[in-house]
């Protein structure tokens, strides 16, 4: 399966709460909720569409949860993405989680490298991953991800946990495809090409010319 990792982040790289505030894992943040009034119609029928092409969900234990509570308390036909979540199956990388309460969930647990890579290695279209910024930024270190999707939402949070931190691991990316939606949201896919090229600054007397 290829892994694919699919984000809803702000201009400014931000990725927390951004469905909506939620006391409990995000106590503190009040900006949340920053990406929802700016979906419309086409970019909602493409999420959905990507999780209809998911044979299986990989997540993060906080996301899992989160996503538990909500998606999975939902019945058959409540919509495309909790149809999809509900009837394929679901892995979270946790060292700590001990119980599943989501049906159809195997806890990845050890080696979790081993593990995520024997799921890349089966047959089958996406193992998808959702959130999860934590385990995204790992999976990108151990170069267990095969393509990247963001979501740009037109907007500047200003506070919060971003997709990636200020310091970390260099990563040059082929841009795949894009598209732009009617409110502004702009999707971008890439794949990761290993590391950057960096430009040589040439010395030069003249500092005008460095400018």
């Known amino acids: ?59 993060g234990r906080r996301t899992y949860e989160l996503f538990a509570g909500y998606w999975g308390a939902m019945g058959p036909g409540s919509g495309p993405i909790a149809d999809s979540m509900n009837t394929r199956p679901k892995y979270v990388a946790s060292n700590t989680l001990t119980e599943a309460r989501w049906a159809d969930t195997t806890v990845l647990s050890g080696d979790l490298a081993a593990a ?35 979501l ?4 500047i949070v200003g506070e919060g946990t971003r997709l990636f931190p ?5 990563l040059a990316l082929d841009l795949v495809e894009s598209r732009a939606f009617p409110k502004g949201i702009t999707t971008q896919v890439y794949r990761p090409a ?18």
């Open 1 to 59: 399966m290829k892994l694919t990792t699919t984000t809803q982040v702000s201009v400014d790289g931000v990725m927390q709460g951004n469905g909506g505030r939620h006391p409990v894992l995000d106590p503190g943040f009040e900006r949340g909720g920053w990406a929802r009034p700016l979906f419309d119609n086409e970019s909602m029928t493409l999420v959905d569409e990507i999780y209809q092409r998911a044979d299986a969900f990989l997540f």
């Open 116 to 150: 995520i890579g024997e799921l890349r290695a089966k047959p089958g279209g996406e193992l998808q991953v959702h959130g999860s910024g934590a385990l995204i930024r790992w999976l990108l270190e151990n170069d267990l991800v095969d393509e990247i999707t963001l």
């Open 152 to 155: 740009v939402c037109p907007v």
């Open 166 to 170: 200020a310091t970390g691991p260099d």
């Open 194 to 211: 290993g590391r950057p090229q960096y430009a040589t600054v040439v010395a030069t007397r003249n500092p005008e010319e460095m400018s």
